[in-house]
Nanobody, 123 residues
């Protein structure tokens, strides 16, 4: 069982930056595929970015070039650096982990989830 806790969310003006962290406990995440999803009010949870255990990354078109995912397996932590934030990035951001990742971008491909952290971007 992997327990995930996100932090780093907050309120930022458009064009600003935030860094989200996802601290894992219970098991080492070095062999897990990790990802970030987000959910805005009234919308479905959507894929943001995934990073494989080997470091390969895939980004949603909406964030490519602005967001950067990274992982520090020694600290059992994953990060999401978000730059050039836009009001449409406002959402609750969730980190997720999968030991049996099938290569999709759907939430149900991830077995473990954090509680989420709110990111609000004002215009």
């Amino acid at each position: 069982q992997v327990h995930l806790v996100e932090s780093g969310g907050g309120l930022v003006q458009a064009g600003g930056s935030l860094r989200l962290s996802c601290a894992a406990s219970g098991r080492t995440i070095s062999t897990y595929t990790m990802g970030w999803f987000r959910q805005a009010p009234g919308k479905e949870r959507e894929f943001v970015v995934v990073i494989s255990w080997g470091g390969r990354t895939t980004y949603a078109d909406s964030v490519r070039g602005r967001f950067t995912i990274s992982r520090d397996n020694a600290k059992n932590t994953m990060y999401l650096n978000m730059n050039s934030l836009k009001p449409e990035d406002t959402a609750v951001y969730y980190c997720a982990a999968s030991i049996s990742y099938r290569g999709t971008y759907y939430p149900n491909d991830f077995e473990f989830w954090g509680q989420g952290t709110q990111v609000t971007v004002s215009s």
